[in-house]
């Protein structure tokens, strides 16, 4: 198992995720002689994840059962361990895309944070690319490069522990990309500029507060930048459910056989029926953040 590269079989040091249900899955790593307790029963690593495959369907102690999923970085998203505020799936694939990263794409992000889109990064840009990511928080460094360790992608990524603002990304010239989730990105506009190639190049910035994205839009019109153009993305999630409809009542049937007195026959219209379709969950997820996008002169 890598976070880049399936593999059919688990195996002693994979991170597997057990999928519970749609919104309850965890990550664990699978080792010889280690229980994992899930809410149906206790699952033995030797004997119920080493060797088995990948999606197969584990019985647990309690008789209850679970799927064990190969990770991946749409996974690991809504399963890590939260250090920080993190970037979630919909802000990934717009970032992915319009920062036009590909299987060998160099790429500059700061802060680090939890790792959540530094993941997808790696999986976009393997085998050949690779990400120079900067966080200044020590103890979140460390953590995230013992992640991308154990995710076996730590061939593909540099973490670096300062201050992006003050230091830049540690490299000069090479970066196809650069991706910003700091506090104040304006500060670190001429640091991403230097560390891109000498020739175009897309950037990034994701800021929650409107007055963020302005000051980080002045620094890249001073700092040469063109097409800047700032979006959000909202996501509508729908639920499937059937739902029973009443039918409309139209009055009594014109057509419909009237009775010895003459009079017509009414009954009241009490069909229902029942139908398959979707509907918004109660809760929607709102604002996140404006993505600020930029390029650096091709000439
Ligand atoms: C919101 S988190 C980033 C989350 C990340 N995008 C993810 O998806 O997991 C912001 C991180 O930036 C780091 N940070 C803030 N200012 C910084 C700076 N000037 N240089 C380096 N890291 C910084 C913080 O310590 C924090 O871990």
Known sequence: MSFVEYSDCIQ????AIIYQSHDSMMPVKVQQGTQTQTRYGVIRHSSDLIGQRYGSKITCSKGGWVHVLHPTPE?????????????????IATITMMLELKPGSIVC???TGSGSLSHAILRTVAPTG???TVEFHQQRAEK???EFKEHRVDHLVTVRNQDVCKDGFGVTGVADAVFLDIPSPWEAVKHAKAAMKRHGGRVCSFSPCIEQVQ???????????EEISTLEVLLRVHDVRTVSLPLP???????????LDGTEKTTPNQTTISLK???????IPGHTGYLTFATKPRT
């Open 249 to 259: 009542d139209f009055g009594p049937d014109p057509s419909a056989p009237t009775q």
């Open 215 to 225: 000051r980080t839009c002045e620094a890249l019109v001073d700092q040469g930048f």
């Open 109 to 111: 992000e700061s802060g």
């Open 75 to 91: 996974l690991w998203t809504v399963t890590l361990p939260h250090r920080t505020q993190i970037l979630y799936t919909t802000d």
């Open 12 to 15: 002693e040091g994979d991170i």
């Open 144 to 146: 995230v490069a013992e």
């Open 130 to 132: 690779h990400l120079h």
């Open 277 to 283: 379709t979707t509907v918004p969950p109660r809760e």
